[in-house]
């Protein structure tokens, strides 16, 4: 079992909260499990950027992008060298850290 530590930014405070995962789980339908919210507009299909996150630690040891992860994480709201869409990137055999922006490109974390 893998440990994914999210770091959760809600109302302008940050919380952290680790959980446990199985390796080949993505990153989103651990948090989901595991009662942590992020949006994920298309239903985990790789065509919003909603569910985009920032991996803080373990970047490598996730699956590798695919090209159509690649081409709509270029569209997301903050993206960085360590983002990823976190209904495509599952777990691999390391602990991870996981951010969840207050935004992304069409959502608002405002009431959370």
């Known amino acids: 079992m893998t440990t994914i530590t999210f770091i959760l930014n809600k ?38 950027t909603t569910c985009h996150c920032i991996i803080k630690k373990g970047f490598l040891s996730l699956s590798t992008p695919s090209e159509k992860e690649e081409d709509t994480l270029d569209k997301a709201w903050g993206i960085q060298e360590n983002s990823r869409l976190s209904c495509q990137a599952k777990i691999g055999n390391k602990n991870i850290t996981v951010e969840i922006p ?11």
């Open 11 to 48: 109302k302008n405070k940050i919380e952290k909260k680790n959980v446990t995962a199985k390796n080949g789980e993505t990153i989103l339908d651990v948090a989901l499990k595991n009662n942590i919210y992020i949006e994920h507009a298309c239903e985990k299909s790789c065509v919003c």
């Open 102 to 112: 207050q935004y992304s490109l069409n959502y608002s974390n405002k009431s959370s």
